[in-house]
């Protein structure tokens, strides 16, 4: 397992896309990591030697995968300010500006690992900026070690997110590493 999931407690869900079983599964597994590695060569294209900085650099991810992935109903960064997140580069609705002691990002910070909700009600703590999000997945970006931001996005329906998403994510985040 390379990230915390969260599921919740009680019933099992089957209903929606990601969950499904099947050749249906497969499907949306299967168009999304080829998508996935369609939007790495484009962000290769336009940060690799071309972003002057960081926040150009997270700006231009934020806008490629939102424009690109139909799930993704926000998709941005928080930089860590001791105790506290502070938000950065983003598309989607208007975000919590700070974000402190509790929720999904700051548990990514804590664990320095990917962390997977299927369903927002169901982690204790999660801060709802925006009610519509439903589920959500958060990628912490490391440097030396040390966590300096984290990658969040968000979707209006439950159970968007899983393993399959984590790799791709990781591996478009390193096209931040020179700006770190
Ligand atoms: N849900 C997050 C807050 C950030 S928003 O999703 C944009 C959390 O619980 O940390």
Not at 8 to 30: C, F, L, M, P
Not at 46 to 57: E, F, H, M, V
Not at 97 to 102: H, N, T, V
Request: charge should be negative.
């Amino acid at each position: 397992m390379v990230a915390t999931i969260y599921v919740q407690r009680g019933a099992k869900r089957v209903s929606s896309s990601y969950t499904r079983h099947g050749n249906q599964e497969a499907n949306v597994d299967e168009r999304r990591a080829a998508r996935y590695g369609r939007i790495y060569e484009q962000l290769c294209g336009l940060i690799d030697g071309k972003s002057p900085d960081l926040i150009a650099a997270m700006s231009t991810i934020c806008a490629v995968l939102h424009a690109k992935m139909s799930h993704h109903f926000w998709t941005g960064f928080y930089f860590v300010d001791g105790e506290r997140l502070r938000v950065g580069p983003y598309q989607g609705p208007v975000a919590c500006q700070i974000l402190e002691r509790r929720g999904v990002c700051l548990e990514a910070v804590r664990t320095k690992r990917p962390v997977i909700v299927p369903d927002v009600e169901s982690f204790p703590g999660h801060v709802a900026c925006d009610p519509r999000s439903k589920s959500e997945i958060v990628i912490p970006v490391l440097d030396g070690g040390e966590v300096v931001a984290v990658f969040d996005v968000d979707s209006s329906e439950v159970d968007q997110f899983g393993e399959a998403d984590v790799e791709p994510l990781k591996k478009i985040l390193t096209l931040l590493c020179p700006y770190l």
